[in-house]
Structures are given as C-alpha cells and as structure tokens.
C-alpha cells in the first residue's frame, strides 16, 4: 500500500515518468459449427513506470490489468463471487533494475524481464528465455517477462556476449478456451468405444462386447507436472553475437524446459472390478539447446535464418531441429515477407501430433502518409494443406490511436494443422491507445 | 519541360566557373568544419504533410565521426523507445520495444521512412555525408546570395547536387535528384553554430517534393566531444530506455 501511494504521489508530482496502453479487442465468430457469437473479448490497461532512467541506471515497473473472455457465472450463488463476474486479471509486466557499464560495455539486469533472441520473424527456435503467451487469436509473437538475472557485454560494437539465469519456469498462456479448445482428453465415449473394439478384437461377441464395456466405470484423469524449483530446474544460457560487412551472426546454448507440456497417456483396463482408468500424465521436457541464427541482405533483400537443435533429457522424446528461413523485400510501396518453418507452429503445436513444416507470408502496404496500413497474413500447413489467413485493415487517425478491422480465415481437414479451426471465419475490431 | 530543365542546367553551368579545388578536397574540408569526434543532440523532428496536418517527435541523437549513429526517440508514445543505429551505409538496424528485439534493415528498406518522417533510414545514416562520394568538378556558384560550390555526390545509388558555402565550408543545401533529374527531395541546413571549433546546423529542414511534406529536425541542446567510444554503437545500447 505504501509502494503504491509512493508512486502515485511521485507520479501526480510528475517526476516518475509513465506511459501506457489502453486496448480492446473482440472478435465476432461469422461462420462455424459455433456461429454469431463473440468468441473472444479483452480490454486491457497497462502501466509502465520509469522511476529512474539515465546513462548508468534504470528502473522500470509495469503492469497489465485485463479484462479476458466472458462472465463464468454458473450458478445464482457465484453471483456474489466478482472474480467469475468479472474476470479480471492483474498481470506483472517487465519490473527490473539495469545497471549500464559497470564496467565499459557491461550491464546487468535482475527482475522481470524481456530477453528476445534470434534473427527470424514471428517464431524464433532459439527464443527460449521468455514465455510465449498465444492469449490473444492474433498475436503470435508476444513474450511475457521473466524472473531473471541477465548480464550483456558488448566490448566491441561488432561484439556481444549475453548470459541469463532464470530460477522460475513458467509454462506458455495458451488462447482462451472460449476461442480454441485444445482437447488433449479423449471422452468416456471414445473410451467406451476403444474397450468395445478392443473386447471384440479378444473374441467377444459385439453385443456382449457393448454389454460388457457398458458396465465399466471409466475414469479419465489430467495429471500436470511442473518443474522443480532446485538449481537443476533452472534455466541458463549463453549467447554471443557478430557482425562481419553485411552478415549479422550469433551463436547460443541454453539449458531450460519447453514451454508447453508433452503428454503420455497411461490406460488401465481392470476386467475383474470393471473399471476403466485413463491418465494423462502432462510434463515440461527438460532440454539443452545449441541455436545459430544469421541476417543480411542480398541486393536490397533482407534474409535470415536461425536453427536450434533441442537434445531432450526423456529418452522417449526424440530430439528435435527446428529451422526457420526468411526473406523480407520493399518494392513500389509494398512490403512483403515470407518464411518457411521446420518447426513448431504456436497453434499447431497444441494438436497432439503436431504438423512441423509451414510456410508464412506477409503482404502490406501503407496509405494516406502511413495513417493506413492494410496487410495480409497467412500461414500454410505444407503437409496437410490446411491454412489460416488474416487480413488486416489499420488506421491512425493520430499518433497513437490505432483502430483495427481484421479477418480470420481458417480451413483444415482431420489430422491437419489447423482442423481444430476448420471453417471459422471471424471478423475482428480493436482499439488502442498509447500514450 | 525536361528539356527547359536540361537547358536551364546548362546555362547554369556555362555562367558558373569550374573550380580549382577537387571535389573531395572540398568535401574533406567540408567534413572538418562540421564533423566532431563524436557528439550528442537532443533535437525536435516536425513533420508537416501536404494537408498541413503537423506532427511532432523528439529524438536523441549520438553520433561519433561520420558514420556511426545511433538515434533514440524520446515520445511521442507510440515510438518511445524506438533506436535506429547505423555504423556504416551497409550496416543499419531498428529497435523495436515492443517485439523487444533488434532488426537489420536490409537494401530495400533503407529508403523507408525514418519515423514516419520524410528521411529515410539511408538519409539518418548519411546526415554526415559520411558516405558521400564526389562525382566531377565542383562549380563556383552563388546560392541565395551566398557564395558556394556545388558539388554532384552519389550517396549510394542516389545522385545529388550538393552546395558548400566557400568561406567556411558548410553544406548549405541538397538537393536528390530522381532518375529524370528532377529534384525528388531538397535538404535545407540552416542556422549554423560554432561550438568547439565545429560548425552545427540546428535546423535541417527536408522538402519531399513527391509527398508535398516537409519535415524539420530542430536541435534543442548539443554536447560535443564528450569521449564517447565505439563500444557506445552496439545492440545493448540501442535497447537502452527501451
């Protein structure tokens, strides 16, 4: 309390300087099994303070105050309850103390913090500090600030080395389920299904087989695991970075978790008290990471790459190389940007055999002295042909203010990337302010 | 009208007389009069579009030698901690808090808008002419009753005409020329103080003739040779207040 009447009072006085972002954004579902209903809504607030900010030192706090998805009330008595009436959440954005040259070329940062590596847009495999936060349909780059300790040495201006420690995991924010329902669990009526199979496959007849399953007591059960707070739990790494005439390099290691769970179905059939267990045993893969990522140009084309091969601790998880390459190019007032991916996608990788090869483009030219921004964006699923497209209409009246018209466009089929999203078209508005 | 404008440049060239000095002689002594070890401005940018509808940014501005820059601006909001550096033509990269990350700007995108004004990241970089090369002899001319020496440069790919005061050597104006020879873009410095033996212009006023916008970068304060070092000019720096 008395933090906050600190800040207040040196805020009203005007000498911690404050800047902040006011948004909103809904999206209104046109077409799908699930049509002409909102499908996601958030307002947000967010605060960043700057108490001190010169060439030696800088602090900074900032935090979020969202207002995500719908009421949860199910019930006349959760009336009372202002949490599920109003979902708000308070979010603890970068909140850190920098110390630039201790000594020439040297800072050091402790608190929450942004850490961003690699070359390529949108997806970056050697990324692994920062946690992804897929909570918004349409934005999927943003990172959320972590607990860490980060030191940067640049002795050189073609030099850089950065080491970071984070002590505290925490796992990816998925989208809300009122947007895309992840379903990792299969239903009792799937499991019914299997054991009917599985007793006609033994020799029973079909009819006795249903009688049989039917009697079962099936049980389906989520177990999450996360990691441990020891010092083998944390995550550190190294990075050094270059550039020589027109190439940009840079090299990383890093010990740390993914930030989404891998699952491992355990089914326990018991015939003699008829029961039916199913647990989803959830875990974050421990891993060591070695990253590698470029960027120059090529006759006025901007290129990059950035590779991360992931050696995983679990013996049952196969390791895994992920490759991203680009190329960005302006030309007659367009800009345009294509990638492809060998990878995972933020939205595929939540199906359960995730698609890993992609390609990503991007088409945008601005009008009206850059009041107007028009855009289409769309990724493709390589293997399966399933695709997402969303166009995007952006308008500052004045600096900024920022008014949004988008358009989501997905089509997959079974077993595809994006067939959770199979025949949603959305139709999108946002608003925000900065200021 | 091409061809008026062709006979205008000749005539002009006919009544001016080709100097003694070389071209790079008096860009060198061009580059002595305004270039300071390294120095640090704080400088108001305002841009005017063609519906004279003004907006402003504030900007911090470090620059060491000829090439090597690195521009912070300070507000308005929306930009606030956006860094573009630049340590050589080939070498340029933008800042971008809110991806928290660092960009190369590549070949194409050096002549996008700096800022949503009318300098290109190419012309930032090259606000010292660091990168300028002289393409013939100058010419004694007068500009605005001012006695000077015109010079046509190449600043990478763009051929400009580029006129230095003959007493003290500073760059009065440039103007671009598109592939036509027209003038695509007219760069005005003015107001030029002395401090520590080197001349500054606290306005440069930009013309974009294309866009019927003007942008003007006014300093507001300018400290020079304060010792700042090449380390300065590196990716940790630029995210500094970001």
């Known amino acids: 309390m008395a933090v906050w009447a600190l800040i207040f009072s040196l805020v009203s006085a005007g000498q911690v300087p404050v800047q902040g972002e006011l948004s909103s954004r809904a999206l209104f579902r046109i077409k799908d099994q699930d049509s002409s209903r909102f499908s996601f809504f958030t307002t947000a607030g967010s605060l960043v303070f700057t108490p001190l900010a010169n060439e030696r030192l800088e602090t900074k706090l900032g935090f979020t105050i969202r207002a995500q998805g719908f009421p949860l009330v199910n019930s006349a008595t959760q009336l009372s309850a202002v949490d599920i009436v109003e979902p708000v959440s308070v979010l603890l954005d970068e909140a850190y103390v920098r110390f630039y040259d201790l000594v020439p070329g040297l800072s050091f940062t402790a608190g929450r913090q942004r850490v961003h590596w690699g070359s390529a847009d949108v997806i970056n495999p050697t990324d692994n500090f920062t946690t992804p936060d897929y909570s918004d349909p349409l934005v999927w780059d943003r990172r959320r600030p972590v607990w860490m300790l980060h030191l940067g040495y640049s002795p050189l201006n073609a030099l850089g080395m950065e080491f970071g420690l984070k002590p505290v995991f925490e796992p990816a924010l998925n989208p809300p389920a009122c947007w895309y329902d992840a379903r990792v669990l299969p239903t009792v009526q799937e499991l019914r299904s299997a054991l009917v199979a599985q007793l006609i496959g033994m020799g029973y007849d079909p009819v006795l087989a249903e009688q049989i399953a039917g009697q079962f007591d099936i049980r389906i059960r989520e177990q999450l695991n996360l990691p441990g707070q020891t010092l083998n739990d944390f995550t550190w790494g190294g990075r050094v970075r270059t550039h020589l005439g027109r190439f940009d390099f840079s090299l990383s290691g890093l010990r740390g978790y993914d930030f989404l769970p891998e699952a491992q179905p355990v089914l326990t059939a018991d015939f003699a008290q008829q029961r039916l267990d199913f647990v989803l045993n959830e875990f974050f893969p421990q891993k060591t990471v070695f990253g590698a990522d470029l960027a120059t140009e090529l006759a006025g084309i901007g290129l990059w790459a950035e590779a991360a091969y992931a050696l995983y601790d679990d013996t049952l998880l196969s390791d895994r190389l992920s490759v991203i390459g680009g190329m960005d190019y302006s030309f007659a007032g367009f800009y345009i940007n294509l990638q492809y991916l060998h990878g995972d996608f933020p939205l595929a990788r939540l199906q359960t055999e995730p698609v890993r090869d992609f390609l990503l483009a991007g088409l945008e030219r601005r009008f009206a002295s850059d009041r107007m921004l028009v855009r289409l964006g769309g990724v493709l699923d390589l293997e399966k042909r399933s695709f997402g497209l969303i166009p995007l209409v952006r308008v500052t009246p004045v600096s900024g203010l920022n008014l949004e018209l988008t358009g989501l466009v997905f089509s997959g089929k079974t077993g595809s990337a994006f067939a959770p999203l199979d025949r949603v078209r959305e139709l999108g508005f946002g608003i925000s302010y900065q200021f | ?242």
């Open chain 2, 1 to 242: 009208m091409k061809r008026m404008q062709a006979i205008t440049s000749v005539l002009l060239c006919l009544s001016a007389v080709v100097s003694a000095m070389s071209g790079d002689e008096v860009l060198d002594r061009m580059r002595e009069a305004t270039t300071a070890s390294d120095r640090r401005i704080e400088a108001v940018m305002r841009i005017t579009d063609k519906n004279g509808r003004v907006q402003e940014r504030v900007l911090r501005m470090v620059m060491k030698g000829d090439n090597k820059l690195l521009v912070r601006f300070l507000e308005p909001a929306d930009l606030r901690g956006v860094s573009f550096m630049s340590t050589s033509p080939e070498n340029m990269w933008v800042y971008l808090p809110a991806q928290g990350r660092v960009r190369r700007i590549s070949g194409s995108a050096a002549e996008a808008s700096f800022g949503g004004s009318d300098f290109s990241y190419k012309e930032m970089a090259n606000i010292s002419f660091g990168s300028s090369r002289v393409q013939g002899v100058p010419v004694e001319t007068e500009l605005n009753g001012v006695r000077a020496y015109q010079l046509l440069i190449d600043d990478g790919g763009t051929q400009s005409r580029l006129w230095v005061e003959k007493e003290r050597y500073l760059p009065l104006q440039v103007e671009q020329l598109d592939r036509d020879g027209g003038v695509r873009k007219r760069i005005i410095f003015a107001e030029f103080q002395q401090e520590k033996g080197v001349w500054m212009p606290w306005l440069i006023r930009l013309e974009n003739r294309a866009k019927g916008s003007v942008t003007e970068l006014r300093l507001r304060s300018a400290e020079l040779n304060i010792g700042i070092r090449d380390s300065y000019f590196s990716e940790e720096n630029m995210k500094k207040g970001g």
